[in-house]
């Protein structure tokens, strides 16, 4: 139980991971203006087990206007909690970056492109998941959706909001 546990932890890290950082890439100005604090919840699919409720908080800071971005996120439901941080680089289109899950040790790569009307399509590696993620933002709203088949958390949606100062 605790490595199946294990497993769904690092999982949902990942999924919660790239929901911050790969939403904070879409464009230069989006780039900048995430800096803050964002919340929300949604949902968690194991692959073996019934969706179960997560809730999120992210703090953006930006560390090169434009071009790069660190994070800081916990996410947690009734079972279990993440504390994950991450670097993402733009270049123009394109972004990369790597997360680091620090209760667990976990890490990994992040890679994809975005587009001016808020659309992120990337691909998230680590030792134990592969994920795809489609990422819309609107404003102060953030949808994620990520699907690992396979992996033990098979789906994962997440709506944030950016929270007023």
């Given at each position: 139980?605790?490595?199946?546990?294990s497993v769904k932890q690092r999982s949902l890290g990942v999924a919660c991971?790239?929901?911050v950082t790969?939403?904070?890439?879409?464009?230069?100005?989006?780039?900048?203006s995430?800096?803050?604090?964002w919340s929300g919840m949604g949902s968690m699919k194991p692959a073996d087990g019934p969706r179960e409720k997560v809730r999120c908080k992210v703090a953006y800071s930006v560390t090169k206007p434009g071009r790069s971005i660190t994070l800081n996120l916990r996410?947690?439901?009734?079972?279990y909690k993440m504390v994950l941080s991450a670097n993402m680089e733009q270049n123009g289109a394109d972004f990369s970056?790597?997360?680091?899950?620090?209760?667990?040790?976990q890490g990994g790569k992040i890679y994809g492109t975005s587009a001016e009307d808020g659309l992120i399509e990337a691909r998230i590696e680590g030792n134990t998941?592969?994920?795809l993620v489609t990422i819309r933002t609107k404003g102060n709203h953030q949808s994620f959706v990520m699907d690992a088949p396979g992996a033990w958390v098979s789906q994962v949606a997440i709506e944030l909001n950016k929270d007023s100062k």
């Open positions: 139980m605790s490595l199946k546990l991971l790239a929901l790969l939403s904070s890439s879409y464009a230069e100005a989006t780039l900048d995430l800096a803050g604090s996410c947690a439901s009734e079972a970056g790597n997360w680091f899950e620090s209760e667990y040790r998941v592969a994920a």
